[in-house]
Structure formats: C-alpha cells, structure tokens
C-alpha cells in the first residue's frame, strides 16, 4: 500500500465564525467548518472543475 502526505492549510475565515482548510498542492481539494476539527476534514477526492 502506497501512502502520500499532503500539505493541509486551515485558516480562519474573516467574514465567518469558522474556518476553511485547503491543500496548495491539489486543486479542488478544500473543506469548511465551525471547528478547526471539522475543516479539517477534506475530501480525499479533488472535485473536478473544467
């Protein structure tokens, strides 16, 4: 089995109580939620957006 570790950024969302969290090096990977727990929780499958 093959394992690959991404880079994961969460920040605080500016205009919002939660926070948002993305991964610089895969398109269309990204999350939200009220807790850091909760954006944090990306999706292993990028959405497709052509």
Do not use: R, W
């Not at 969290?21 to 052509?50: Q, V, W």
Request: charged share 20%; glycine share 10%; net charge negative.
């Amino acid at each position: 089995m093959t394992f690959y570790h991404f880079e994961i950024v969460v920040e605080k969302e500016s205009d919002d109580v939660g926070y948002a969290a993305y991964s610089p090096t895969l398109p269309g990977c990204f999350s939200n939620g009220k807790t850091i727990e909760e954006a944090g929780g990306i999706s292993a499958k990028p959405s497709n957006s052509t």
